[in-house]
């Protein structure tokens, strides 16, 4: 079975920096998707960027950027000049060829004026 | 376009009593998904349906159960409330064809005593 791990439970950053969210994953398949979701306070789940196994290139979302690393089973997300309004629950989601989507435990982001 | 509903938002229940969360799409989607989600768990798949009259479990399925008679919608039923099953509920559904990204309803809040 696939496991996702997030290994930072919380996060602080500065207003107007970069922090970047580290997720690592474990599967022994070759074709799969990876997400980003945010959670804020209003506890809606809104998906954030989206990333093909099968794509080289890493996914971009306007300030929201991932770090790729097949390889080493890695995909962590950026988020660039950091806003008021990024402070939620942030998910990492892996989806295989089983029809489930697979979350990690969720890292806690705060942001700071 | 209402996406993902769910109903109630809020529901208190005494151990031992049953209920039904609601669930409805109308994106045409054929997949729909319950998770639970816990403080430091994540989100964890219930059960999952690939289409009306196909449901299959999940990662956390005992006290539960769901059907799929249409395509619109997918009830999950508690059948004896139990403390351990105070949680918050989310539905969520996709397209069988890429992109494969999961719309989530706004959550259900429930709590046994």
């Known amino acids: ?113 | 376009n209402a996406g993902v509903t769910q109903t109630p938002k809020f529901q208190v229940l005494k151990t031992g009593q049953s209920m039904t969360l609601q669930c409805a799409q109308d994106m045409n989607h054929e997949y729909m998904s319950w998770y639970r989600q816990d403080p430091g768990m994540g989100l964890r798949l219930i059960h999952y349906s690939v289409g009306a009259g196909i449901t299959d479990q999940g990662e956390v399925p005992n006290g539960y159960n769901v059907s799929r008679s249409t395509t619109e919608d997918f009830p999950l039923r508690l059948l004896s409330a139990a403390p351990s099953q105070t949680s918050v509920y989310f539905c969520a559904s996709r397209k069988a064809t890429l992109p494969y990204e999961q719309y989530f309803g706004p959550g259900t809040r429930l709590t046994v005593t």
């Open chain 1, 1 to 113: 079975a696939q496991t996702v791990t997030q290994s930072q439970p919380e996060m602080s950053v500065q207003e107007a920096e970069t922090v970047t969210l580290s997720c690592t994953y474990d599967t022994s398949e070759s074709d799969y998707y990876l997400f980003w979701y945010k959670q804020p306070p209003s506890r809606q789940m809104i998906l954030v960027i989206r990333q093909e196994a099968y794509k080289q290139q890493n996914a971009t979302e306007n300030r929201f950027s991932v770090n790729f690393q097949k390889a080493a089973k890695s995909f962590s997300l950026k988020i660039s000049d950091s806003q008021l309004g990024d402070a939620a629950m942030y998910f990492c989601a892996y989806w295989g060829s089983n029809y489930k989507l697979t979350f990690g435990k969720g890292t806690l982001l705060t942001v700071n004026p």
